[in-house]
């Protein structure tokens, strides 16, 4: 959950510098690497859902929760 997190913590400053400068071309690179990363863990935070103790699940409603804001706070930032 942790790699997760950290995941998009990195997803949202890459987004934060294409931005800034949406023609750079080299940021086509990256955002490819990104786009394949996103899958894996997406898909390896999924797995997670299920047979969860309570702490288990309390994290992993926090990392959910952490990771929706500042998805959100990107969006936001970006209008």
Same mark, same amino acid.
């Not at 863990?41 to 702490?55: I, L, Y």
């Given at each position: 959950m942790d790699d997760y997190e950290a995941f998009y913590d990195d997803y949202c400053a890459f987004m934060k510098k294409y931005y800034k400068n949406p023609s750079d071309l080299t940021m086509i690179i990256e955002y490819g690497k990104l786009m394949a990363q996103a899958k894996k !863990? =997406?898909? &390896?935070?999924?797995?997670? =859902?299920? =047979? !969860?103790?309570?702490?288990? +699940? *309390?994290?992993?409603? *926090?990392? &959910? +929760?952490?990771v929706a804001q500042k998805l959100n706070d990107l969006a936001y930032s970006m209008q």
């Open positions: !863990m =997406d898909t &390896s935070f999924e797995k997670w =859902d299920g =047979d !969860m103790n309570h702490a288990e +699940s *309390q994290y992993y409603i *926090q990392v &959910s +929760s952490r």
